[in-house]
């Protein structure tokens, strides 16, 4: 009886997951054209999948062996359970290795039950809570199923009773993973995960590599849409990557916006662009809401704007301004989903379209096209902050080592005494620096982020003019939101530069002993990393070298290094300022405080900014580079406290 029915079962399943696969295709492909490596990625699927997927898998250790066990175990018994049972070659050596994959696909699946036992709050319930029932009968069945194939049982044992439960859940089992795969269900992920990292639109971050710059929008194509007004409107490897969703919720746990109660959950807002895709309504989202927004209310199709401005659609415009662009999100992802992408892209239309950034964004923007700057201050007054340090201009020297990058923070009073105290380090070290003074213009960070493309590269091109007609070996500069920009993002506009933090040049110029250190002479330090020099860009060990260097051994914060947490100061989030329970900076500065360090170490103007404004007591805060100038300082003071101490003496 069941020679006769596992092959029907089997075939039919994969007839059906074979139409669901077509289906599911045409689909995504009903989103805008994007350039792929068809065969090429197909090729380096199993690659990604092994190595560079469970790189960040193994981050969360029972996860990674439960995956391992249960997808591994899967793969091998679906495979041999067709050659077994669907093909019929009863072969004791295959029917024990079926045998085997099938008891490893049952462990993981017991792992996955256990996980699903009290399972976190970020995980997705409904459908997802009858995953580990379905994986442990489809184990559990074909085990069985196998054993007089493998001759540990007589042909026929059990009768027509067994058959027709072990029937039934080969059914249930075959029915969950081969046909949800495609269809729709828990297992739909490893169909459309599959497919991502074979055609994912950042193919450079597979193989070690990184990927985080935004991927300019042709202002001249009028037959485009600027950004994304519905869903149809993203790429088609876009929306292949948000139905690889596996709803695991570490994007939502790493969220400083979903934390501090504002209106956004990366995991909700990916499942909703699949729910525009398909069409529907959030009904059915088994996982948690969007801060103060109740399931159920909102709704799309393929078709029909993402936001309604007017009223409910698929997502609240806040939502979207909610995002500090910090990553954190992407960087937890097991699936490698560009969360980050998919908002800018839809505040492109917002902005570019609508023209409805909201509070402070319109004005910030109406500076940076009539002043060059964000705060709209003179641009004549970009470089009073040295008017006593007689700093090198490029347009007087116009061929040097470094050119340092000042960036908006000239403006900023605070921020001056960064500056000042990075070029008292440079002169120390006696570098060969000048600036372009009031040449230079903003790096066009914040327009980028705030979805104004086309002042972007308005401020970039501008910006490229201006360094191609000097001669520098690299940049340096103090603001790792320039240095992102100018590092990542300029090049697809024809500027490529060299580019360094300011934290990576100090510790250069330590190694090289081209400046000579004191000690430290405060108290305990912990160290904030900004996430536009770590996520962004992978440098976590050079301003910690720099602290090593001064004697400081750095407290670190249990969310510090590829997990540390925004400040709330990227994005353009403090000029949209969507409201929420509490505020980011307060919540990094709760993690601060459980350091008990006396200082708090930055390496960012925006997050300087955001942590001082954090109301006290609190630690003091201080950029590497005034830790570094204060040593240089104490250093210059000593033979003059000297010499003044022989004068009374004599």
């Known amino acids: 009886m069941l020679n006769t029915i596992l092959p029907i079962l089997l075939f039919a399943a994969l007839a059906l997951a074979v139409l669901g696969a077509v289906k599911r295709f045409l689909m995504w492909r009903r989103g805008r054209p994007a350039k792929v490596n068809w065969l090429g990625g197909l090729l380096a699927m199993p690659r990604r999948?092994?190595?560079?997927?469970?790189?960040?898998?193994?981050?969360?250790?029972?996860?990674?062996?439960?995956?391992?066990?249960?997808?591994?175990?899967?793969?091998?018994?679906?495979?041999l359970?067709?050659?077994?049972?669907?093909?019929?070659?009863?072969?004791?050596i295959l029917a024990f290795a079926l045998l085997a994959a099938t008891v490893l696909m049952f462990v993981g699946a017991l792992f996955v039950a256990k996980r699903r036992k009290n399972p976190p709050s970020r995980l997705s319930k409904g459908p997802w809570m009858r995953l580990p029932k379905s994986l442990l009968m489809f184990a559990g069945s074909f085990f069985i199923a196998t054993l007089p194939v493998a001759g540990i049982l007589p042909e026929g044992f059990g009768g027509w009773l067994l058959a027709l439960l072990l029937t039934v859940g080969v059914a249930w089992g075959v029915?969950?993973?081969?046909?949800?795969?495609?269809?729709?269900?828990?297992?739909?992920?490893?169909?459309?995960?599959?497919?991502h990292?074979?055609?994912?639109?950042?193919?450079?971050?597979?193989?070690?590599?990184?990927?985080?710059?935004?991927k300019a929008l042709n202002l001249d194509d009028t037959s485009a849409p600027l950004g994304v007004e519905k869903p149809t409107d993203f790429t088609w490897n876009q929306l292949l990557g948000f139905d690889a969703c596996v709803q695991c919720g570490k994007c939502e746990a790493m969220c400083p916006a979903f934390a501090a109660g504002q209106p956004l959950n990366p995991k909700k807002l990916i499942q909703d662009?699949?729910?525009?895709?398909?069409?529907?309504?959030?009904?059915?989202?088994?996982?948690?809401?969007?801060?103060?927004?109740?399931?159920?209310?909102?709704?799309?199709?393929?078709?029909?704007?993402?936001?309604?401005?007017?009223?409910?659609?698929?997502?609240?415009?806040?939502?979207?301004?909610?995002?500090?662009?910090?990553?954190?999100c992407v960087e937890e992802c097991p699936m490698m989903i560009e969360h980050v992408d998919a908002i800018v892209d839809m505040r492109r239309h917002l902005t570019l379209e609508k023209g409805a950034t909201p509070n402070k964004g319109a004005e910030v923007l109406d500076n940076l096209i009539a002043t060059d700057n964000p705060g709209g201050f003179?641009?004549?007054?970009?470089?009073?902050?040295?008017?006593?340090?007689?700093?090198?201009?490029?347009?007087?020297?116009?061929?040097?080592?470094?050119?340092?990058?000042?960036?908006?923070?000239?403006?900023?009073?605070?921020?001056?005494?960064?500056?000042?105290?990075?070029?008292?380090?440079?002169?120390?070290?006696?570098?060969?620096?000048?600036?372009?003074?009031?040449?230079?213009?903003?790096?066009?960070?914040?327009a980028r982020r705030l979805g104004d493309e086309a002042t972007f590269q308005s401020l970039a091109k501008r910006n490229i003019a201006t360094l191609n007609k000097y001669r520098f070996k690299r940049i340096v500069t103090c603001d790792p939101h320039s240095f992102h920009v100018l590092k990542n993002e300029y090049g697809e506009l024809g500027g490529r530069y060299q580019v360094l933090h300011h934290s990576t040049y100090l510790q250069e110029l330590i190694a090289s002993k081209k400046v000579s250190l004191g000690q430290h002479k405060g108290g305990s330090v912990t160290y904030h990393d900004p996430c536009y020099l770590g996520r962004y860009n992978g440098e976590y060990e050079a301003p910690r070298q720099v602290l090593k260097a001064l004697g400081i051994e750095v407290k670190e914060m249990e969310r510090s290094g590829f997990r540390s947490r925004c400040c709330g100061g990227?994005?353009?989030?403090?000029?949209?300022?969507?409201?929420?329970?509490?505020?980011?900076?307060?919540?990094?500065?709760?993690?601060?405080?459980?350091?008990?360090?006396?200082?708090?170490?930055?390496?960012?103007?925006?997050c300087t900014a955001m942590l001082e404004g954090v109301v006290g007591p609190r630690p003091e805060v201080k950029d590497i580079a005034e830790l570094v100038a204060d040593s240089l300082i104490e250093q210059e003071a000593a033979p003059a406290k000297k010499t003044a101490v022989a004068e009374v003496m004599a």
Request: with cysteine; glycine share 12%.
């Open 81 to 92: 359970a067709i050659v077994v049972h669907g093909l019929g070659l009863h072969s004791k």
């Open 273 to 328: 662009m699949v729910i525009g895709l398909a069409g529907g309504s959030d009904a059915n989202f088994a996982g948690s809401p969007y801060p103060s927004k109740p399931i159920g209310e909102h709704s799309g199709g393929p078709h029909q704007p993402i936001v309604d401005l007017n009223g409910k659609a698929l997502v609240d415009a806040e939502t979207l301004w909610s995002c500090t662009t910090c990553r954190a």
């Open 175 to 195: 029915s969950e993973l081969f046909f949800g795969m495609t269809w729709g269900g828990p297992m739909k992920h490893a169909f459309a995960g599959a497919l």
């Open 570 to 606: 990227g994005g353009g989030a403090p000029i949209t300022d969507i409201p929420g329970k509490q505020r980011i900076p307060d919540m990094r500065m709760v993690d601060i405080k459980e350091t008990a360090a006396e200082l708090v170490a930055v390496g960012c103007p925006q």
């Open 197 to 214: 990292l074979a055609w994912h639109r950042r193919s450079e971050r597979f193989g070690g590599g990184r990927s985080t710059g935004l």
């Open 378 to 446: 003179a641009p004549g007054g970009r470089l009073n902050w040295a008017a006593d340090l007689n700093l090198s201009l490029m347009s007087e020297k116009p061929q040097v080592d470094v050119l340092f990058w000042v960036g908006d923070g000239a403006f900023d009073m605070r921020n001056q005494r960064t500056l000042r105290a990075f070029v008292k380090v440079l002169k120390a070290a006696n570098v060969d620096f000048a600036v372009l003074g009031l040449e230079e213009r903003d790096s066009g960070d914040v």
């Open 49 to 79: 999948y092994l190595v560079d997927l469970h790189h960040v898998v193994e981050r969360d250790t029972y996860m990674s062996k439960t995956h391992v066990a249960t997808a591994g175990g899967f793969v091998l018994a679906a495979v």
